[in-house]
């Protein structure tokens, strides 16, 4: 159990990730006639960026809804470098987060989502820097793969190949596009893929032109392509700019809820290369029906099928649909696109006959060898008859004692199943290998691309309608009801069968100080008779203070005492009497806006022996968009009060020597703007304020320290870059002495949203500078206040922290000790 492996499907059936595999009651007539009017349209359109919320997602909005393209968005990473305003999640839980906003915001606008194996890294000024950081063969191979994949007609990239005034990600994105639009038909290119998919040639590149900052305004001599992307579409009862709005408002952990904009729009696409063209961007391409055996039959059955739909009783189109999907069947040729349509096809039929299907569990968790009772329910409200329906799962086959099913009678079919002893866990698959130089490890070719594995646990349902069979993949849920938002539906997962907590992922070896941790096993099952051991720990470096069985509860508590000051990282095990290993912690992420998310990692346990000066005060801290300071402060020895609206009188807050305020704070917690005054106060009658990082846009307050300065959008993002300092100055000075080696081995960064225009009682004791730059100035800027302390900083404390950096924990120790 030391590695979850790769989540493999427990059925066979694959599951096309069309973004329509949920249709069901929830489709109106319009809605099912708009979607057979993209059934017909065969034309692809692949849009590549580097981030989750880089897409124009008005463009893609019309596309789709508009010209009823299939339309593919190439995300680069999964965001995982960026911030989030949600909640403390950064890095590798940030990507899977931004991951299913992407999906979110897909199913909004209709497009589908690809990704590439790079971590996103952070921000980086240029190509060179981001290449420097991503394997360039490997993202290439992964863009070209998509285009052999998907076949797009025409792609289509966010930005221009420029460098210079943008994030390096995004230049490299394009350029990465420009030579993959190259590659993707010669066979000699990335050969190995070809056992899977064929080369194919797009016909066109463009580049999807912006002016951030106004209307856009067409050169002279350049040709575009020109979409109106603000109409109104009947069907669906919205415009573009409205479909657009509320699938960018998806990307929530960024802070992005849009409002869509009202009227006449136009989107400009500049061509690249390819084919030329007078009026369309679509021009001269080819009709795929036309070019398979039959293919212009069916087509002409899509035509009556549009010509002759039945809004006012959607059953009625039943007939025709099965028509269609007969001769889809009888095709000789079944490319991977014709296998998509019959999809989509599957998908309408069951729309129209209003089919409601699901398999639900009343447990979100399950484990390996464990009994799982669910239950299918199949309702069919139309007066077609369906008959034999099964489910098979796990060698299994259930079927229902009533064999057919009309007139909105449901059937239920109770499921009880035992997952195997070796059921692979809800691992994502691209966190199965430890993450090499940026670059996710995935070793199967066919995931690569993927959002998610597309089903956990789940069956095959069958049955049968007039005279036509019908097998669809149908995912394992765990269904409940909560009291607010009513029924909810989450993803079944399989976790281990014992797994571990620790209280400290960073411990602190100070002087004067032995610290405790304790690491907590868990059992699901029963409880298993075992032994705790660590890793690279040796039994005479650590006394066992405690050891207990919680009370009435399947958890094994064992508290203990380093007892010699060794720097290191170590790994908890349990080891069972019958020589089973586990060492996996189970992470948990829940917001509401996506599914509930889970993820392993070992139990290490970063240990970090410093010679450090620390008061132990207690710390008063402001919340503002999330972050795991306030953890380390306490791991450190501080007794931090996490401040709310109700505790900003100045008599509360005297009791503090220090507050800290945490980042993006005076972009969300109105509080703290409103009691802007109260701080200064504080600040004045001797306080310590410690503000971090804040985007300049939005302010809730312009005024965030006693006097004034500007936050600007310099950054430093080579986290090794070199630096200039004043060593004198007090806030590196004391208690801790900070040196030049506490400058090394910081993690992405060193900094963001750095001060300018500051008022002269600053002081600007830190310098950072990228490669080939100038010095920055404002990364940290302090002054005296009356009889109290200020400071501003934009150092990305708020990641150096969490990931143990020493040089980093003993600054920030010192701003606190001012």
């Known amino acids: 159990m030391t590695q979850p492996k790769v989540l493999g499907y427990l059925i066979a059936l694959v599951f096309l990730n069309l973004g329509f595999s949920?249709?069901?009651?929830?489709?109106?007539?319009?809605?099912?006639?708009?979607?057979?009017?993209?059934?017909?349209?065969?034309?692809?359109?692949?849009?590549?960026?580097?981030?989750?919320?880089?897409?124009?997602?008005?463009?893609?909005?019309?596309?789709?809804?508009?010209?009823?393209?299939?339309?593919?968005?190439?995300?680069?990473?999964?965001?995982?470098?960026?911030?989030?305003?949600?909640?403390?999640?950064?890095?590798?839980?940030?990507?899977?987060?931004?991951?299913?906003?992407?999906?979110?915001?897909?199913?909004?606008?209709?497009?589908?989502?690809?990704?590439?194996?790079?971590?996103?890294?952070?921000?980086?000024?240029?190509?060179?820097?981001?290449?420097?950081?991503?394997?360039?063969?490997?993202?290439?191979?992964?863009?070209?793969?998509?285009?052999?994949?998907?076949?797009?007609?025409?792609?289509?990239?966010?930005?221009?190949?420029?460098?210079?005034?943008?994030?390096?990600?995004?230049?490299?994105?394009?350029?990465?596009?420009?030579?993959?639009?190259?590659?993707?038909?010669?066979?000699?290119?990335?050969?190995?893929?070809?056992?899977?998919?064929?080369?194919?040639?797009?016909?066109?590149?463009?580049?999807?032109?912006?002016?951030?900052?106004?209307?856009?305004?067409?050169?002279?001599?350049?040709?575009?392509?020109?979409?109106?992307?603000?109409?109104?579409?009947?069907?669906?009862?919205?415009?573009?700019?409205?479909?657009?709005?509320?699938?960018?408002?998806?990307?929530?952990?960024?802070?992005?809820?849009?409002?869509?904009?009202?009227?006449?729009?136009?989107?400009?696409?500049?061509?690249?290369?390819?084919?030329?063209f007078e009026e369309s961007a679509f021009e001269g391409i080819s009709d795929r029906w036309g070019q398979i055996s039959g293919g212009e039959d069916i087509k002409s059955l899509l035509d009556l099928a549009i010509k002759d739909f039945d809004f006012q009783n959607p059953v009625s189109n039943l007939d025709q649909l099965l028509k269609i999907r007969q001769a889809l069947l009888n095709l000789d040729s079944k490319p991977r696109w014709v296998l998509e349509k019959t999809e989509h096809l599957e998908a309408l039929i069951f729309a129209v006959l209003g089919l409601d299907m699901e398999l639900t569990t009343n447990t979100e968790l399950g484990y390996p060898g464990s009994e799982v009772k669910a239950n299918l329910v199949f309702n069919n409200p139309s007066d077609v008859l369906i008959s034999d329906i099964s489910l098979d799962m796990l060698k299994s086959k259930y079927a229902a004692e009533i064999k057919s099913t009309l007139h909105n009678k449901p059937i239920s079919i109770p499921v009880v199943f035992q997952l195997t002893e070796d059921a692979p866990l809800s691992q994502p698959y691209w966190l199965e290998q430890p993450v090499k130089n940026a670059i996710y490890d995935v070793r199967d070719q066919k995931m690569i691309g993927k959002p998610f594995q597309e089903m956990k646990v789940g069956g095959k349902l069958s049955f049968t309608l007039k005279g036509q069979s019908f097998t669809r993949a149908i995912p394992l849920m765990y269904k409940f009801n909560d009291q607010v938002d009513g029924e909810v539906q989450q993803p079944f997962t399989i976790v281990p069968i014992i797994d571990l907590e620790v209280s400290d992922e960073n411990v602190f070896i100070l002087p004067g100080k032995s610290p405790l941790v304790t690491i907590s096993v868990n059992f699901r099952d029963k409880v298993e008779a075992g032994r705790l051991t660590f890793e690279n720990l040796m039994e005479t470096e650590y006394e066992i203070l405690d050891e207990r069985q919680l009370p009435g509860r399947k958890i094994f508590s064992v508290t203990f005492q380093l007892e010699h000051n060794q720097k290191k990282e170590i790994t908890a095990n349990y080891i069972t009497d019958d020589g089973e290993k586990y060492d996996q912690i189970v992470h948990r992420i829940s917001y509401q806006h996506i599914p509930n998310l889970t993820y392993f990692s070992p139990a290490s346990i970063n240990l970090i022996q410093e010679d450090w000066k620390i008061s132990g005060d207690q710390i008063g801290y402001i919340m503002g968009a999330g972050d795991d300071v306030p953890s380390v402060l306490q791991s450190l020895g501080y007794p931090v009060i996490r401040l709310g609206e109700s505790d900003f009188s100045l008599e509360n807050l005297r009791q503090y020597p220090t507050i800290v305020v945490g980042i993006r704070a005076y972009n969300t917690n109105k509080a703290l703007a409103d009691n802007h005054e109260v701080l200064m106060e504080y600040v004045k009658q001797g306080g310590n304020l410690v503000v971090q990082y804040n985007v300049s846009r939005p302010l809730l307050s312009n005024e965030l320290g006693p006097y004034r300065f500007d936050i600007s959008r310099d950054r430093v993002t080579v986290e090794g870059s070199p630096f200039s300092a004043d060593f004198d100055h007090p806030v590196l000075a004391g208690p801790n002495q900070i040196e030049k080696k506490d400058f090394e081995g910081w993690i992405q960064e060193r900094g963001l949203y750095f001060v300018t225009n500051q008022a002269p009682e600053y002081a600007s004791p830190l310098s950072f500078q990228d490669p080939g730059e100038d010095p920055t100035h404002g990364s940290l800027i302090f002054a005296e206040y009356g009889e109290g302390t200020f400071t501003y900083t934009g150092i990305s404390f708020f990641r150096e922290l969490p990931a143990g950096v020493p040089g980093a924990i003993k600054l920030f120790i010192n701003l606190i000790e001012q």
């Open 22 to 276: 949920s249709f069901a009651q929830n489709l109106t007539s319009s809605q099912i006639y708009h979607q057979l009017l993209r059934l017909k349209e065969t034309k692809r359109v692949l849009y590549v960026a580097a981030h989750p919320d880089d897409e124009n997602t008005r463009l893609i909005a019309t596309l789709v809804n508009g010209e009823h393209a299939e339309v593919g968005y190439l995300s680069l990473t999964r965001g995982d470098g960026g911030q989030n305003l949600l909640g403390k999640q950064l890095g590798i839980e940030l990507g899977q987060i931004r991951t299913q906003e992407l999906l979110k915001a897909r199913e909004t606008d209709g497009g589908r989502q690809f990704f590439t194996r790079a971590m996103d890294f952070g921000y980086s000024k240029n190509p060179d820097e981001t290449l420097q950081n991503w394997d360039k063969q490997k993202v290439l191979a992964d863009v070209v793969w998509t285009v052999r994949k998907f076949r797009p007609d025409i792609m289509i990239t966010r930005f221009n190949t420029i460098p210079g005034g943008n994030h390096g990600h995004h230049t490299t994105s394009a350029i990465l596009a420009g030579e993959a639009f190259e590659l993707a038909s010669d066979p000699t290119a990335f050969p190995e893929q070809l056992q899977y998919v064929e080369p194919w040639q797009p016909k066109r590149l463009f580049w999807n032109t912006y002016n951030f900052g106004g209307d856009f305004e067409p050169e002279v001599g350049v040709k575009y392509a020109v979409f109106e992307v603000g109409e109104f579409n009947p069907l669906l009862g919205k415009t573009y700019s409205q479909i657009a709005a509320d699938s960018r408002t998806m990307h929530k952990s960024q802070g992005f809820g849009a409002t869509a904009s009202i009227g006449e729009a136009k989107d400009h696409l500049e061509f690249l290369e390819g084919d030329s």
